[in-house]
C-alpha cells in the first residue's frame, strides 16, 4: 500500500476526535489493535486462539492495579500489563503448541477460563465488580492524561486520545512489519503447509510460540490502554465472549489481511454500541452475524474487497 | 485437616454424578469428531435445549394446547427432548455444517459458536439465568437411599445408572454392531466407504444428530438436579472441553473413563482443598500437556 493512504489515515486518526466523541474513537482504537495482535495468530500462522481475552482482560487487571494501587505512571502501567501478557503468552503457548487444530483452540479456552476464574477470586481484582475508578495519570509524571479540553464547548481528552493514538500506531506498525518481515514469511509458509516447512529446516515450533508471545503482548498492550481509557478493568474483558468477539472481528474484516481486523473491530464495537438497548439480544445478533460469515463470508470485507481489485490489503 | 473417609466417599459418590454428565457430553463431542471432524461448540446449548425441552414439555406445553391438566412427563421427555434436539442437529447439519466439509476444519468450531450464542441468546431473554426448578421427578425417584457409607439422593443413584447405561450402550453400538463397524470405517475412509454402496452422508447427519441428542439426554437426566437455567451450557462446556483434551477424542472408551474419573477428581478436590475444585480440572489438562501431550488415549 503505497504513502499516500498510510498518510490519509493517520491525519484521519489525528482529527478524529474533534468529529467524534473520542472515548468512543480510543475504544474503537483498542480493540482494533486487539483484533489485529489476533489476526497474526489465525490470519498469518494458522493458530485458532480461544483464549486471546486472557491476555487482553489479564494486562487490563494488572495495569489498572499498578495504576492505581501502586502508582505507576500509564506508561509504565501499560508496559507491564504489556510484559505480563507476553509472559502469560509464553506459558499458554509452550502448552498450547503441543496440539494441533481443534485441540489448540480448547486448550487456549480453557486455560484462558483458568484466568477467569483468578480473575474472579484473587483477592486485588475486585471480584465481580470488577477493578474500578483506575487513574489516568501523569504521562512521564509530567502530562495529566485526565485532563479536558473545551473544544467548542465540548470537553474532549485529547490528551489521553493521543497517547492512545501512538500506541495504536506502534503497535500496528511492529504487527505490519512483523507480518512483512522474513518473520512473518515463515509463519505464512507454516500455516500453508506445516511439514514442508518442518523438512526446509525451520524450527516449527519456536517460530509458532515467537508469534504466539508477539500477538499476546499486543493484545495485553490494548487490554491495558483499555483499562486507562475505561477506568475500569472487568470480568467482560476475561470472558470468553470477549475471546468470541475478537474472532468475530478478525473473521468480519479478513482473515490475513493487514487492514481487515481494524474494519471488523469497528463494524463489532459500533455495533454493540447501536444495539445496546436492545439488551441481551445482542448475543442473538453477534451469534447469526458469526453463522452468516462463517457459511457465506469467510474472506471478510477486506478480503473480498482484495479479491475484487486483486491485490493484498 | 481431618479426612473423614465418609466425607471422601460422599465427595467422590457427588463427583461421580458430575463425572457421568462429563463423561455423555464428552462422548458426544468425540462421536460427532470422529465423523465430522469438528468440535462441536453449539454442544452446551443442545445440552441446555435438552432440559429446557423437558422443562417447557412439563409446565408450557399443556396450556399451550389448550389442555392444561397436560405435561410431557419425566419419563417421555427423556425420550422426547433428545429426539427434538436431534432433529434440531440434523437441520443444523443438513443445512449448514454441509458446506463446511471442504474448508478448514476450524470453521466448524466458529459455525456452532455463532449458534451457541444464537441458542443462549435467545434462552436468555426468555428465562431467568439463574435458574427455574424442574419439578417433574417422578415420585418413584424421590426419597434416599442408604449406601452404607451416606445417605444418597434415590434420583442421583437413578442419574449415575441410566446415564452409565447410556454411555455403554453407545460404545456397544459403535463398537460391536454392523452400523458401528460402517460408522468406524466412514472414520477411516469416506470415498471408499461410499464406493461398496453405504451412504456415508447419511450416515454422518445422523452421527450428528446421535451426538447432540447425547447432550440432550444428559440435559434432562440433569434438570431435577441443577436448576434448568439459559447458562447451563457455557458453564460445562469449557469444563468438556479440558476433559476431552486430556482424554484425546481418538476412542469411545476414552471419553467415558476421562469423564468419569474427572468428576470424581472434582468431587476429591473439594474435600482436599475446596477453592481449587472448579479449576482442577484445568490443571489435570496443564499436567496432561506437559507429561502425554496427545491426551491419555490419544492417537496424534
Same mark, same amino acid.
Given at each position: 500500500?503505497n504513502r499516500l493512504f498510510w498518510a490519509v489515515m493517520v491525519v484521519l486518526g489525528l482529527v ?31 493458530? +485458532? ?8 482482560? =489479564? ?15 500509564? %506508561? $509504565? ?16 503457548? #509452550? ?35 470488577? $477493578? ?13 492524561? =485526565? ?44 500455516? %500453508? ?24 503482548? $499486543? ?12 477506568? $475500569? ?37 459500533? +455495533?454493540?454500541? %447501536? ?9 442473538? #445478533?453477534?451469534?447469526?452475524?458469526? #453463522? ?22 | ?133 424442574y419439578n417433574a421427578m417422578p415420585a418413584s425417584l424421590k426419597g434416599v437411599v442408604n449406601l ?65 441428542a447425547l447432550a440432550a439426554f444428559a440435559g434432562v437426566v440433569a434438570a431435577p438436579i441443577y ?74
Amino acid at each position: 500500500m503505497n504513502r499516500l493512504f498510510w498518510a490519509v489515515m493517520v491525519v484521519l486518526g489525528l482529527v478524529a476526535p474533534f468529529v467524534v466523541y473520542p472515548v468512543f474513537v480510543m475504544q474503537l482504537l483498542c480493540f482494533a489493535l486487539f483484533a489485529c495482535a489476533f489476526n497474526l495468530l489465525i490470519g498469518y500462522t494458522g493458530l +485458532l486462539s480461544f483464549g486471546h481475552a486472557a491476555f487482553f482482560g =489479564g494486562a487490563a487487571y494488572i495495569t489498572g492495579y499498578l495504576v492505581k494501587q501502586v502508582g505507576l505512571t500509564p %506508561e $509504565l502501567g501499560v508496559l507491564a500489563g504489556t510484559v505480563a501478557a507476553g509472559v502469560m503468552g509464553y506459558f499458554f503457548g #509452550v502448552l498450547a503448541i503441543r496440539r494441533q487444530g481443534i485441540y489448540f483452540a480448547m486448550i487456549t479456552l480453557a486455560l484462558a477460563q483458568v484466568v477467569y476464574f483468578i480473575a474472579l477470586k484473587a483477592p486485588f481484582t475486585g471480584g465481580e465488580d470488577g $477493578l474500578q475508578s483506575v487513574p489516568r495519570g501523569m504521562l512521564f509524571g509530567l502530562i495529566d492524561l =485526565g485532563h479536558h479540553y473545551q473544544v467548542g464547548g465540548k470537553p474532549l481528552d485529547l490528551n489521553l486520545y493521543y497517547f492512545v493514538f501512538v500506541i495504536f500506531c506502534l503497535g500496528f506498525w511492529l504487527i505490519y512489519r512483523a507480518i512483512h518481515s522474513p518473520f512473518g514469511q515463515v509463519l505464512k509458509a507454516i500455516r %500453508e503447509n506445516e511439514p514442508r516447512a518442518v523438512s526446509l529446516g525451520y524450527k516449527v515450533e519456536r517460530f509458532k510460540l515467537l508469534a504466539f508471545v508477539l500477538s499476546a503482548s $499486543l493484545a495485553g498492550t490494548a487490554g491495558a490502554t483499555k483499562s486507562l481509557v475505561f477506568q $475500569l478493568a472487568s470480568l467482560t474483558d476475561v470472558s470468553w465472549h470477549t475471546s468470541g468477539d475478537v474472532v468475530l472481528m478478525t473473521l468480519l474484516g479478513g482473515m490475513g489481511t493487514v487492514l481487515g481486523p481494524v474494519v471488523g473491530a469497528f463494524t463489532v464495537v459500533a +455495533l454493540h454500541s %447501536e444495539l445496546s438497548s436492545i439488551g441481551s439480544w445482542v448475543t442473538v #445478533v453477534v451469534g447469526a452475524i458469526f #453463522v452468516v460469515g462463517v457459511l457465506a463470508f469467510r474472506r471478510g470485507f477486506i478480503g473480498e474487497l482484495g479479491r475484487l481489485l486483486k491485490r493484498s490489503l | 485437616m481431618h479426612l473423614n473417609i465418609h466425607m471422601v466417599l460422599a465427595q467422590l459418590m457427588l463427583g461421580l454424578n458430575n463425572g457421568v454428565f462429563y463423561a455423555l457430553l464428552s462422548l458426544g463431542l468425540a462421536v460427532i469428531f470422529g465423523m465430522l471432524n469438528i468440535i462441536n461448540f453449539a454442544h452446551g446449548a443442545l445440552y441446555m435445549l435438552g432440559a429446557f425441552v423437558a422443562l417447557l414439555g412439563y409446565t408450557k406445553l399443556g396450556p399451550l394446547l389448550g389442555m392444561p391438566g397436560f405435561h410431557v412427563n419425566y419419563w417421555a421427555a427423556l425420550i422426547v427432548a433428545p429426539l427434538v434436539v436431534a432433529l434440531v442437529g440434523v437441520l443444523i447439519e443438513k443445512t449448514m455444517l454441509k458446506r463446511l466439509y471442504k474448508v478448514d476444519h476450524l470453521y466448524g468450531l466458529l459455525l456452532t459458536f455463532g449458534l451457541a450464542l444464537v441458542i443462549q441468546g435467545v434462552f436468555t431473554n426468555y428465562f431467568n439465568v439463574s435458574g427455574t426448578p424442574y419439578n417433574a421427578m417422578p415420585a418413584s425417584l424421590k426419597g434416599v437411599v442408604n449406601l452404607g457409607f451416606m445417605i444418597f439422593p434415590k434420583y442421583r443413584l437413578w442419574s449415575i445408572g441410566i446415564s452409565l447405561a447410556v454411555c455403554f450402550g453407545t460404545w456397544f453400538l459403535a463398537e460391536r454392531t454392523k452400523l458401528g463397524s460402517q460408522l468406524r470405517a466412514g472414520t477411516e475412509n469416506p470415498s471408499l466407504v461410499q464406493a461398496f454402496g453405504i451412504n456415508v452422508p447419511l450416515l454422518v447427519t445422523l452421527t450428528y444428530g446421535y451426538g447432540v441428542a447425547l447432550a440432550a439426554f444428559a440435559g434432562v437426566v440433569a434438570a431435577p438436579i441443577y436448576s434448568v437455567s439459559p447458562l447451563m451450557g457455557s458453564d460445562v462446556i469449557i469444563t468438556v472441553f479440558a476433559v476431552v483434551v486430556i482424554g484425546g477424542m481418538g476412542s469411545i472408551m476414552g471419553s467415558i473413563v476421562t469423564g468419569l474419573a474427572l468428576g470424581m477428581v472434582e468431587g476429591l478436590t473439594k474435600v482436599v482443598y475446596p477453592p481449587a475444585a472448579n479449576t482442577v480440572i484445568f490443571f489435570m489438562m496443564i499436567l496432561v500437556l506437559l507429561v502425554k501431550p496427545a491426551g491419555l488415549f490419544g492417537r496424534e
